[in-house]
């Protein structure tokens, strides 16, 4: 919730732009978001959702133990994500590409990279020292 800009106004008062309005008013009229529900009302995905948090608690953690600062709410968000557009069966798999997404999907990639003992050397980061 947008705790700047709310307002108590329900359905389409809460859109303040007149011409907005008018333009929510017509998609809703003309039906598409009913289709829209009714064709994805019976679909389930594929999605562990046991493993996600799972994967989530455990990144927290990890990112916890290195000084990484990434909300708890951010990393349970992004490994849903992925559980959901890439369902993984293998669990030491999913963990691991929850861990990329979540890595790098971090907002402040340069500070992340300080925190993790990465430099800046060219077009990529190597660790400090270089690359073994």
Do not use: C
């Not at 329900?10 to 008018?22: F, N, S």
């Not at 994805?40 to 948090?53: G, R």
């Not at 030491?92 to 300080?114: E, K």
């Amino acid at each position: 919730m947008d705790t700047l800009r709310y307002t108590a106004r329900k359905g389409l008062d809460a859109v303040p732009d007149p011409r907005h309005r008018t333009m929510v008013a017509s998609v809703l009229a003309s039906g598409l978001v009913d289709e829209m529900i009714d064709f994805t009302e019976t679909f389930d995905p594929p999605v562990n959702l046991a493993q996600a948090s799972a994967n989530a608690d455990i990144l927290t953690a990890e990112f916890a133990a290195f000084g990484v600062t990434v909300p708890s709410a951010t990393t349970h968000h992004i490994t849903l994500m992925r559980a959901l557009m890439v369902p993984i069966a293998d669990g030491a798999l999913a963990l691991a590409l929850d861990r990329i997404w979540v890595f790098t999907t971090r907002p402040s990639l340069p500070d992340l990279v300080g925190q993790a003992g990465f430099k800046e050397d060219g077009p990529s980061w190597v660790p400090v020292g270089g690359v073994p």
